[in-house]
């Protein structure tokens, strides 16, 4: 039986935990209630109630543009990234790999390092390179950065795959090709789907590699700094507000993504 003592330790636990939640998530709460609600110096006008704010910003064409910008820019970025992780997986894995740590180091390293590091650092190498900045490159510095995530989960399910596998496809006649198509490929495409889920996610958020990579393209988090300079309306707490529900929607497919395949079913 449990003690006094042990059963307060729990209790003041749980309590610092709920403190804990309050303080993180208070402030998003209070956003997109101010994205229903106006608010003023004047005080909090909850009879002017209204959803209104939510269609008013798709009716901006400056916002429109940063979304499709932010779109175009994730999808290009994950679709790269995820033919490049299994390429490198696949290399990096092969016996005969000569430099496998030296590309896992390049792969990791734009990931572990600060993302201010990383977009200054893409920046003077474009500069140098005579590449005018605008879409093209913000899709590498993105596709750079979220590379390490494809590349780790295809790693890691391609370590788990029994190599008999491989051996009874090559007994059976099969070619490299149809054996990547038929055997490899199917196991892999769980892992290339989560990790692009999580690409995605971080891709779309992603500020700072933007800022230096941008050029006079536009992404949704550039355009919601540059709004927020003159203060926070109802308009932009709706536009975060439904920023942070997609965010936390693919948070979740994430997450039930890398659940175990018996915990799903249940």
Known sequence: MRSAGERAADLACGAVA?????????????????????????GIHWSDATLSWYGSFLQNPSIVSAIETTL?????????AAALAVVLALYVEWEGAMFRRAVELIVYLPFLLPPIVTGLSLLIFFFNAGIARGYITIIIGHTVFVLAVLFRLVQTRLQSIPPSLFEASSDLGASRWQTFRHVLWPQLQSAVATGAILAFTLSFDETLISVFLAGDATTLPLRLWAMM???????INALVTVVLAMSIALTVAIALRLKPEDQREE
Not at 72 to 80: E, P, R, S, T, Y
Not at 229 to 235: A, I, L
């Open 18 to 42: 709920v403190l804990a939640f309050i303080v993180l998530y208070a402030p998003l709460g209070i956003g997109a209630l101010f994205s229903i609600v106006p608010v003023d110096r004047q």
């Open 72 to 80: 175009l820019v994730g999808i290009a970025a994950v679709m790269i």
């Open 229 to 235: 300079r003159v203060g926070f309306t109802p308009e």
